[in-house]
Nanobody
């Protein structure tokens, strides 16, 4: 079981950077496959970035490749999303999510259906 709390959202201008944080108030993040999702108004929630259980593999949505970076700090029990060169289309509520240990292929990122734990989200707004 893990409980996730996101922070770091805010209002920025296009081209700015933000770093989102996800802290585990309960549980150890290094036990889980992890991801950042976002949901814009009127749109479905989409996966932005994912990190494998052992932290060796990352995957990104095509729309954020080269601009966003997902990382984990095991000492702080935290997950981060560094967002650079922000665009108006990056706006939305960003959610941290965790997938329970699967016991195999922990070098892979989780399947979408494996994410079982979610934070409450943090709002990102980008003005032009």
């Amino acid at each position: 079981h893990v409980e996730l709390v996101e922070s770091g959202g805010g209002l920025v201008q296009t081209g700015d950077s933000l770093r989102l944080s996800c802290l585990a108030s309960v549980g150890t993040l290094s036990d889980y496959g992890l991801g950042w999702f976002r949901q814009a108004p009127g749109k479905e929630r989409e996966l932005v970035a994912a990190l494998s259980w052992i932290g060796s593999t990352t995957e990104y949505a095509d729309s954020v490749k080269g601009r966003f970076a997902i990382s984990r700090d095991d000492r702080k029990n935290a997950l981060y999303l560094q967002m650079n060169s922000l665009k108006t289309e990056d706006a939305g509520v960003y959610y941290c999510a965790a997938a329970s240990p699967r016991g195999y292929r922990d070098y892979d990122v989780p399947e979408l259906s494996e994410y079982a734990y979610w934070g409450e989200g943090t709002q990102v707004a980008v003005s032009s």
